[in-house]
């Protein structure tokens, strides 16, 4: 009996043993691998990059943070920004500057802003620098000022005065022994002009021909550029040119030279009036300065130091305020003439 009881105590025990040997199994089974490091002992080098949502006080930080400015422009007619001025290369390129350059020195002295005076290769490149913005202001002949209006690059605010008149003539000349004595005696001749968009060295010249039965392109011997109308002038005195074309009265242009440049070359035709011509500015120039340029413009008709400095440009004698209908007249010419103003600058 005692026997039997002490069996199975022992049974029990043996049963007990198998049990916990089968839940100590199962949990090293559960356990992770010793080769894998636990997470939390990586080092900083393994951990991969992280990226943190910003929050939503750096978002709206980020928002209103003012964007880094660039240094700002000098304002337009100071020393680091000047106005520029482009004159008509229709005399020598020297002479003109020196009588631009003491009005820009005047206009200075008077209002603080600076302007540059420059020349252009022609007068097809000084309205392309107008049009194109690289130019602010100019000294713009007739033809060259409808075209550059037309083409919404330039509004006249003055006009030039000669000889008590704020129009003009242009002239065919030729020399005195030529033998022409009309315009239809220019077929077959070499003409001098000076710029293929020259008012009155060309485009009237042109149109007077036509009207004369000439077609220029054709029967015309050579045409010459000389690139002014002093430089016509002494192009048909010294026999280079059979005749050619100028404002009235340009002989005088070269007289000290030539002194006798009147008794040489003659005219042998005049043209109607052509408007003068101007002084205009970019639509879009500010209205302030453009004031104050015109202003101190005006003032030198009022003294005899003022009246020498608009001499020494051009032959201006005075500048009178003016729009553009001022042009009207000239435009119901060439249109009368069936004209196209952007074919004549072709």
């Known amino acids: ?103 820009a020195q005047y206009i ?37 000022y409808v075209r550059a209006h037309e083409r919404g690059c330039a509004d006249v605010a003055l006009v030039s005065v000669r000889y008590g008149s704020t129009s003009y003539a242009g002239q065919i000349i030729t020399q005195a022994d030529s033998g022409i004595e009309k315009v239809e005696d220019l077929a077959g001749k070499t003409f001098c002009r000076p710029d293929p968009e020259s008012t009155s060295g060309w485009v009237i010249p042109m149109l007077t021909m036509l009207a004369a039965g000439i077609d220029p392109e054709q029967d015309l011997a050579e045409i010459v550029d000389t690139g002014g109308h002093d430089a016509v002038v002494i192009g048909v005195y010294n026999g280079d040119c059979d005749a050619g074309a100028t404002f009235q009265d340009a002989r005088v242009l070269v007289e000290d030279e030539y002194p006798d440049v009147k008794d040489k070359v003659v005219v042998i035709a005049t043209s109607a009036p052509i408007p003068n011509d101007n002084i205009s500015f970019r639509p879009d120039f500010p209205e302030d300065l453009k004031q104050q340029i015109v202003d101190a413009l005006l003032q030198l008709n009022e003294t005899d130091e003022g009246k020498e400095m608009l001499k020494g440009l051009f032959s201006w004698q005075g500048l009178e305020a003016a729009d553009d209908a001022f042009y009207d007249g000239f435009r119901q010419q060439l249109e009368a003439a069936g004209v196209n103003i952007e074919d004549l600058g072709k």
């Open 1 to 103: 009996m005692i026997r039997k009881q002490w069996l199975l105590v022992l049974a029990l025990l043996a049963v007990l043993a198998l049990a916990l040997a089968a839940c100590g199994g199962k949990q090293e089974a559960t356990q992770a691998p010793a080769t894998e490091a636990p997470k939390a002992e990586m080092t900083e080098e393994a951990m991969p990059e992280k990226t943190e949502e910003p929050t939503e006080e750096a978002t709206e930080a980020a928002a209103t943070e003012e964007p880094t400015e660039e240094p700002a422009e000098p304002a337009l007619g100071t020393a680091e920004n000047p106005i520029i001025w482009v004159l008509t290369p229709s005399q020598d390129t020297e002479k003109v500057l020196a009588g631009a350059e003491p009005i």
């Open 108 to 144: 200075e002295e008077q209002t603080g802003i600076v302007i540059k005076p420059v020349i252009p290769t022609d007068y097809t490149a000084q309205q392309e620098a107008m049009c194109s913005g690289e130019a602010h202001m100019a000294a713009l002949n007739t033809f060259g």
